[in-house]
């Protein structure tokens, strides 16, 4: 049986681990992997087509553009009530996610130091890269709940391993075991959460199409739709750092290698958000309805509660990953919105924060090699000495702000006005309006936040005491390059995938029947 090209897509990063177990070099051929991963997923994109998605299902197509079956070609079957399959598929949604999973595994992979370098088992390092990038493609990729599930699991172990064995700082055991913990659990209130939804619609299999039409005909009360989805919200929100259960992320982001911290903050903290807009509200409408007073107030405790305690940060690294948590708050605001805009602004925010943060840990990590600490104290006009890394960084820095000719500005006005496109002057304000308006000052304090870094590691006079070092070098620039030029061209033309995103959705609402 000839694989097809998402099967290739998914499997590839696996084969390439299991070849450098077995004696293949770890970078080469992390590198030759990741860069047919991206050609695969680019060449998939383009002969999409997003009209054959049928409605709430996924497209599955061929390299060439041949439609396939309507849910993907069933890879392994394994009867049982419900029935478990592996098969992976494509909607609009989908596609982006793999090509942000595909653009960040190479920019990781060829950011990541040379064998020599690598104190350890080089062999494991690029193995438990590969496993992370291959992990996020087969959930974002799968059809199947079941594998949905499993591969981002297997995504979250060598994660843990990473950070343990080769992360930076004393305290990177114990921020292994603490994300471990904090993940774990999530996980289990998830897979609960998860359960009870097939149970209680009754499927017969864990096809998600299939259960979404299964949840629509089992017509369940909003009472039992709103205690599914709360274990749901917490599994994922955990996953994603949603406020209270956010204080895994900052230390897992400034301790972890940083090729896991590109891989982790930039892709795989999607999944919770994919679940959510995937699985969450799809199948239980009028649950996520009834908690969504209870979303609002957490995202704003993103936002704003989180945004402060980032402004407070006195290292580079802690300070990115408070604001990779706080950006969160944005793409929980257009889910919480219900309605198309918000929707898609969250998908496409997803795709500009996955792109701009694995930029940012991307340089962060690059400094942190040359100067061997991020404290804003120790640093200062560096610009002087490393002018490329400086002009870079800012436009880093204001690709994370919002500012607009990024994807992340085009994404944040669609999730802001997706806040008052329900306003009536009859009505007055609700509480979703009153979210946005807080939200609205997020983006003066990610200005404040991210301009004061800047400030403090690049502009001013030179510190003193630091170590004289090189510019970046081309095998760091240019994975920069590939992240900074698809956020300006995504940002100048957000079509490019707004185009995929909006008609997925739709199917998505109709299916459900939002």
Same mark, same amino acid.
């Given at each position: 049986?000839?694989?097809?090209?998402?099967?290739?897509?998914?499997?590839?990063?696996?084969?390439?681990?299991?070849?450098?177990?077995?004696?293949?070099?770890?970078? %080469?051929?992390?590198? %030759?992997?990741?860069?047919?991963?991206?050609?695969?997923?680019?060449? &998939?994109?383009?002969?999409?087509?997003?009209?054959?998605?049928?409605?709430?299902?996924?497209?599955?197509?061929?390299?060439?553009?041949?439609?396939?079956?309507?849910?993907?070609? &069933?890879?392994?079957?394994?009867?049982?009530?419900?029935?478990?399959?592996?098969?992976?598929?494509?909607?609009?949604?989908?596609?982006?996610?793999?090509?942000?999973?595909?653009?960040?595994?190479?920019?990781?992979?060829?950011?990541?130091?040379?064998?020599?370098?690598?104190?350890?088992?080089?062999?494991?390092?690029?193995?438990?890269?590969?496993?992370?990038?291959?992990?996020?493609?087969?959930?974002?990729?799968?059809?199947?709940?079941?594998?949905?599930?499993?591969?981002?699991?297997?995504?979250?172990?060598?994660?843990?391993?990473?950070?343990?064995?080769?992360?930076?700082?004393?305290?990177?055991?114990?921020?292994?075991?603490?994300?471990?913990?904090?993940?774990?659990?999530?996980?289990?209130?998830?897979?609960?959460?998860?359960?009870?939804?097939?149970?209680?619609?009754?499927?017969?299999?864990?096809?998600?199409?299939?259960?979404?039409?299964?949840?629509?005909?089992?017509?369940?009360?909003?009472?039992?739709?709103?205690?599914?989805?709360?274990?749901?919200?917490?599994?994922?929100?955990?996953?994603?750092?949603?406020?209270?259960?956010?204080?895994?992320?900052?230390?897992?982001?400034?301790?972890?290698? &940083?090729?896991?911290?590109?891989?982790?903050?930039?892709?795989?903290?999607?999944?919770?958000?994919?679940?959510?807009?995937?699985?969450?509200?799809?199948?239980?409408?009028?649950?996520?309805?009834?908690?969504?007073?209870?979303?609002?107030?957490?995202?704003?405790?993103?936002?704003?509660?989180?945004?402060?305690?980032?402004?407070?940060?006195?290292?580079?690294?802690?300070?990115?990953?408070?604001?990779?948590?706080?950006?969160?708050?944005?793409?929980?605001?257009?889910?919480?919105?219900?309605?198309?805009?918000?929707?898609?602004?969250?998908?496409?925010?997803?795709?500009?924060?996955?792109?701009?943060?694995?930029?940012?840990?991307?340089?962060?990590?690059?400094?942190?090699?040359?100067?061997?600490?991020?404290?804003?104290?120790?640093?200062?006009?560096?610009?002087?000495?490393?002018?490329?890394?400086?002009?870079?960084?800012?436009?880093?820095?204001?690709?994370?702000?919002?500012?607009?000719?990024?994807?992340?500005?085009?994404?944040?006005?669609?999730?802001?006005?997706?806040?008052?496109?329900?306003?009536?002057?009859?009505?007055?304000?609700?509480?979703?309006?009153?979210?946005?308006?807080?939200?609205?000052?997020?983006?003066?304090?990610?200005?404040?936040?991210?301009?004061?870094?800047?400030?403090?590691?690049?502009?001013?006079?030179?510190?003193?005491?630091?170590?004289?070092?090189?510019?970046?070098?081309?095998?760091?620039?240019?994975?920069?390059?590939?992240?900074?030029?698809?956020?300006?061209?995504?940002?100048?033309?957000?079509?490019?995938?707004?185009?995929?995103?909006?008609?997925?959705?739709?199917?998505?609402?109709?299916?459900?029947?939002?």
């Amino acid at each position: 049986m000839t694989p097809t090209i998402l099967e290739i897509i998914v499997l590839l990063p696996l084969v390439a681990a299991l070849a450098i177990a077995i004696g293949a070099p770890a970078r %080469i051929t992390s590198l %030759i992997a990741s860069f047919l991963v991206l050609g695969a997923s680019l060449g &998939t994109a383009l002969n999409f087509d997003r009209n054959a998605e049928g409605v709430g299902n996924f497209a599955f197509q061929y390299f060439a553009g041949e439609q396939g079956g309507g849910h993907g070609r &069933t890879i392994l079957d394994i009867a049982g009530f419900p029935d478990i399959s592996l098969a992976f598929g494509l909607d609009g949604i989908s596609v982006v996610l793999m090509l942000l999973t595909a653009i960040v595994l190479l920019a990781a992979i060829w950011m990541s130091p040379r064998e020599d370098k690598i104190e350890g088992s080089s062999k494991l390092y690029y193995i438990c890269s590969l496993l992370i990038g291959g992990g996020a493609m087969g959930a974002f990729l799968s059809t199947d709940l079941f594998f949905l599930y499993a591969f981002h699991e297997l995504a979250l172990i060598p994660t843990f391993l990473m950070i343990g064995l080769f992360g930076n700082g004393a305290d990177r055991v114990r921020t292994a075991w603490k994300t471990t913990i904090y993940l774990g659990v999530g996980s289990i209130i998830l897979l609960v959460g998860l359960i009870a939804a097939v149970v209680n619609i009754g499927a017969e299999s864990f096809d998600i199409p299939s259960l979404i039409a299964a949840a629509k005909d089992a017509n369940l009360s909003g009472t039992v739709q709103m205690w599914i989805y709360l274990p749901l919200l917490i599994g994922f929100g955990i996953l994603v750092s949603l406020f209270p259960f956010h204080s895994w992320a900052p230390d897992a982001y400034a301790d972890a290698p &940083t090729p896991v911290a590109m891989l982790h903050a930039g892709v795989l903290k999607k999944f919770g958000l994919y679940g959510l807009i995937r699985i969450g509200a799809p199948l239980f409408p009028e649950g996520a309805e009834s908690l969504s007073h209870i979303l609002l107030l957490l995202l704003a405790c993103n936002i704003i509660v989180l945004g402060l305690v980032t402004i407070a940060q006195k290292r580079l690294d802690k300070m990115l990953g408070y604001s990779s948590v706080m950006h969160m708050g944005y793409v929980f605001l257009g889910i919480a919105s219900g309605t198309h805009i918000g929707l898609v602004g969250a998908v496409v925010l997803m795709f500009a924060h996955g792109l701009s943060v694995a930029l940012l840990f991307g340089l962060c990590g690059s400094l942190r090699e040359r100067y061997g600490s991020l404290e804003f104290d120790k640093l200062g006009g560096v610009a002087k000495v490393i002018p490329e890394a400086g002009l870079l960084f800012g436009f880093a820095a204001f690709a994370s702000i919002g500012l607009p000719g990024f994807t992340n500005f085009a994404a944040e006005v669609m999730v802001f006005f997706s806040g008052f496109q329900a306003y009536s002057a009859e009505t007055g304000f609700t509480p979703l309006q009153w979210t946005t308006v807080f939200a609205l000052w997020g983006v003066v304090i990610s200005a404040v936040y991210m301009l004061r870094a800047y400030r403090n590691v690049f502009k001013g006079d030179l510190a003193e005491g630091l170590p004289a070092v090189s510019d970046l070098r081309w095998n760091e620039k240019l994975p920069i390059f590939l992240l900074l030029g698809t956020l300006l061209v995504t940002g100048f033309i957000p079509e490019i995938l707004i185009k995929y995103v909006r008609p997925a959705l739709e199917g998505l609402m109709i299916a459900s029947g939002q």
